[in-house]
Each structure stands twice: as C-alpha cells, then as structure tokens.
C-alpha cells in the first residue's frame, strides 16, 4: 500500500528565507507526483505537477524534484513572504489504475512572518 | 462561475441523520472524484466518476456512503445514519479526463465542512 509522508509537519520562517519542504512516499512505481497548496477553509491549488520521468519542475519561486528510486521529492521555495502561509501537501498518482488516483501526504503548515 | 462549486460549504447535523452534500463540476469536465480530510489527516480517495462508465467506489469506507452523478454534471455524495466520525471537510475535484490517462490536473472546489454532533 502506498504511503506518502510529508515532514515537517509545520514550518514557521522569517519573510526572505528561502526553505525546503519534503515529502516521501514508499512504492516508487507511480505515474506522477503533484505539489499543492491549501488555504484554510479552501480546496487545493496545483502547484507543480512532475512526470515519474522528470527529475524537476519550476514555477517562479517554486522548484520541485523528484527521485521516483529512493521515493523522495522536495519542494524549494525561494525568497519567501508573508502570502506564501498555507498548508502545502504533495501527492502521488498510483499507476495501472486507469485514473488519476491520488495518495496525499498529511501536509506541511507553512507560516512566514513578515 | 469557473471553478469547482460545492454546497452548503458547512453542515451541522446530529448523529443519525442523512446529509447530502452536492458538487457542480467545471463544464466539460469528465471526471469528478470525491474525497474526505479528517483532521490531522490527508485527503482520503472516495469514488470517481468517468462520463457515462460505472464509478469506481473503491475508496468509499462503509455501506453508508454513496454517490451519484448524472452524466457530465452534478453529483451528490450522500452519507446515511452519520456517526461522529463522518466530520470532516468532503472536497470534490473535476477534470478533463479520458479513461486511462492520469495527465490532467485536478481541480477541487472549497469542500464542505461536516459536523457531526
């Protein structure tokens, strides 16, 4: 059964930092993994999504990676600010499902002060 | 609007009674899923609905639990008899999807927020 971790479970930063988030998950024969963003009381926004063949994705300040082998990503946030407190969670699409089934890590409470 | 809706995006109920939450996918969209996120705990797959094909109910945890769409639009995710722990915050996600191919992104509505007393 796969099982997506995500540490640490919070995170609280000065505004400018720049800082590492990481997830992990245990069977590596997945099709995808996303990043997304919660805010609370709101649904999720995809942030970065990587193919099981790419290694990294970037987005403005975002970067994430993949190592699809040691079942390791990690989600790079770069110059940080106050807008970017949320909640962050990444999750894995299974293969051979016939669908986007998605496993989600419990997620990584963000909180940048100004 | 847009985006994904669901309604009421909060519900208080006593334990025992049904709920029905409903969710409007984006038009055009083909597949729709339903999930639950317990506190303290990630999102949990419920059931996924492709066009006109049988839904795969695979994540749904017990008979009280179903699901319905009609086509390519709204669907109602109905919890009978609830118990305390049925609170959560159900979420709905849409996407444009053909069977077997997981590329699309999903896009999920605010939930609904359940509160069973």
């Given at each position: 059964k796969q099982e997506v971790t995500q540490i640490p479970a919070?995170?609280?930063?000065p505004e400018?930092?720049?800082?590492?988030?990481?997830?992990?998950?245990?069977?590596?024969?997945?099709?995808?993994?996303?990043?997304?963003?919660?805010?609370?009381?709101?649904?999720?926004?995809?942030?970065?999504?990587?193919?099981?063949?790419?290694?990294?994705?970037?987005?403005?300040?975002?970067?994430?990676?993949?190592?699809?082998?040691?079942?390791?990503?990690?989600l790079y946030i770069a110059a940080s600010q106050p807008g970017d407190s949320a909640t962050y969670l990444?999750?894995?699409?299974?293969?051979?499902?016939g669908f986007q089934k998605l496993v989600f890590g419990t997620g990584t409470r963000l909180l940048v002060s100004p | 609007g847009a985006g994904v809706s669901q309604s009421p995006s909060n519900?208080?109920?006593?334990k025992g009674k049904d709920v029905e939450l409903?969710?409007?996918p984006i038009s055009g969209h083909t597949a729709l899923y339903w999930y639950r996120q317990r506190l303290g705990q990630g999102l949990e797959f419920l059931i996924y609905?492709?066009?006109?094909?049988?839904?795969?109910?695979?994540?749904?945890?017990?008979d009280r639990f179903s699901a319905e769409r009609t086509g390519e639009s709204v669907s109602t995710l109905t919890i009978q008899r609830t118990q305390q722990e049925d609170s959560a915050v159900y979420l709905c996600?849409?996407?444009?999807?053909?069977?077997?191919?997981?590329?699309?992104?999903?896009?999920?509505?605010d939930?609904?927020?359940l509160s069973i007393l």
């Open positions: 919070a995170l609280s930063v400018g930092e720049n800082l590492v988030l990481n997830c992990s998950f245990t069977d590596s024969a997945i099709y995808n993994l996303q990043w997304f963003r919660q805010d609370p009381g709101k649904g999720l926004t995809s942030l970065l999504l990587i193919q099981s063949s790419q290694r990294e994705q970037t987005s403005g300040r975002l970067n994430a990676s993949l190592d699809k082998s040691s079942g390791r990503s990690t990444c999750a894995v699409t299974l293969m051979n499902t | 519900k208080v109920t006593e409903r969710c409007d609905f492709q066009g006109n094909s049988a839904p795969d109910k695979s994540g749904l945890p017990s996600a849409s996407s444009f999807s053909r069977q077997g191919t997981s590329n699309q992104p999903q896009h999920f509505g939930g609904t927020r």
